[in-house]
């Protein structure tokens, strides 16, 4: 299947976890993609995984935290593909804490990470997706932005903002050609989840030492034997929509949780 044949992706969050595992999936299916992360052991990682595929993969460093690094990945990026027909923003960071211990600069750094990088990288790659004739963009929201996960304020309210934000420029760019879709990943095994993320835009959620387990009884995955998924469950969704397989799909979300929320 090579639904990617001839288009050009651009993923962040490509150095772990779900965003490389997007970027081995768009690769496999014959795309050209640029990986951008803030680590550059991530992104060398992702070469090595990529084999045979490795020549239509260019790699940034980017921290999609600062407009002068998404500018000038951006620029970069798009030198390299010559144009872009899909973004994918799954760089994030996951931080955990009792919220009346939660200090504003860690507070800020999530939703400036999530939210505002999100938005950064939208802002600097609309004008080259409007020349193309097949654009969407997948962001990636969680299921926390709807349900209950304590400990993760501002986590949550960052991926809460990702998801409205999405249907905002559904609206604006639909008739425009760019479709926007958001992904929901819940029950996830990925450097967030697990806390071995390297880099400071993939790190695991650390709860607190006194977390009370009893508060996650609603968080396990019903399918199976309730254990986590690998990041290739959200990897095939995200290719499927901004595939031309999802091409009348926008303006909303895909839950990708192993049914832990009905």
Known sequence: MNRYEGRRALITGGGSGIGQATVLRMLAEGGTV????????????????????????????VNIADEASVREGVAAALGALGGLDVLVNAAGILRS???????????????????????????????????SDCAAVVNFSSTSALFAH??????????????????????????????????????ISSGMTDGSGESKQSQGPGLPADTDWSLFAKLSPALG???????DAVAGVVAMLASDDGRFITGTEVRIDGGTHY
């Open 34 to 61: 640029v990986a951008a992360d803030v680590s550059e052991a991530g992104l060398a990682d992702t070469v090595a995984k990529a084999g045979a595929d490795a020549g239509r993969l260019t790699t940034v460093v």
């Open 97 to 131: 804490s009792h919220t009346h211990e939660t200090s504003l600069a860690d507070f800020n750094q999530v939703v400036a990470v999530n939210l505002t990088g999100t938005f950064l990288m939208i802002r600097e790659t609309v004008p080259a997706l409007l020349r």
């Open 150 to 187: 304590p400990y993760m304020a501002a986590y949550a309210a960052s991926k809460g903002g990702i998801q409205s934000m999405t249907h905002a420029l559904a609206a604006e760019y639909s008739k425009q050609g760019i479709r926007f879709t958001a992904v929901q990943p819940g029950s």
């Open 225 to 231: 034997d309730g254990g986590f998924a690998g990041p």
